[in-house]
C-alpha cells in the first residue's frame, strides 16, 4: 500500500470540515442559527464563566472581525451580552443569557449528532487513536508556527 501523500490527508480534511459545517448550519437554521454563531455558543456554554472577546478569537481561531459580527447577531438574538472589562476598558466580556441557556441543549444535540456521524462505523480504539494522531500533527503544526 503506497504511502498517502499530504494532498490525500489535506483533502479529507477539507471536505470533513466542509460536510461537517453544512451539516451544523442545516441543523442550526431552525434555531435562527449560522455555524459561527453555534460555535462561539457552545464554547460559551462550555464555560463556567463570562468570556473575553479577545479569548474567544483565540480560542477558536477566528478572525476578530468575524467574531465581532458572530457577536453582534447573537447580541442582536438576545442570545448574549457584551459589557466593557472593569480591568481593560477597551477589551468586552461575553456573557450568555437565560434565553441562551434555554437553547443550548438543542445547539449541543446539533454538535453532538455531528459527532455521532462521524464516529459511524467507528471502533473506540480507532477514535482514540484518531484523535491522539490528530493532537500530534497539531502539536506539530503548532510548533512551527510558534517559530513564524
Known amino acids: ?7 490525500d490527508i489535506w483533502l479529507h480534511a477539507h471536505n470533513m470540515i466542509r460536510s461537517a459545517r453544512r451539516i451544523i448550519n ?11 454563531e453555534g460555535n462561539i455558543l457552545l464554547h460559551l456554554l462550555t464555560q463556567d464563566h463570562d ?25 442582536g438574538k438576545g442570545y ?5 472589562d472593569p480591568d ?3 477589551a468586552h466580556r461575553v456573557r450568555l443569557t437565560d434565553k441562551a441557556r434555554e437553547i443550548g441543549p438543542a ?3 446539533v454538535y453532538n449528532h455531528v459527532y455521532m456521524l ?12 484518531f ?18
Open 1 to 7: 500500500m503506497n504511502m498517502p501523500e499530504i494532498r
Open 26 to 36: 442545516e441543523n442550526l437554521r431552525p434555531l435562527n442559527l449560522s455555524s459561527a
Open 51 to 75: 468570556i473575553g472577546q479577545e479569548q474567544l478569537v483565540e480560542q477558536l481561531d477566528i478572525s476578530k472581525p468575524a467574531v465581532s459580527r458572530a457577536l453582534d447577531s447573537l447580541e
Open 80 to 84: 448574549v451580552t457584551r459589557q466593557r
Open 88 to 90: 481593560d476598558k477597551r
Open 107 to 109: 445547539v449541543e444535540q
Open 118 to 129: 462521524a464516529m459511524e462505523g467507528i471502533s473506540q480504539e480507532e477514535f482514540e487513536y
Open 131 to 148: 484523535v491522539n494522531l490528530f493532537g500530534r500533527m497539531s502539536e506539530n503544526f503548532a510548533r512551527e508556527q510558534a517559530k513564524m
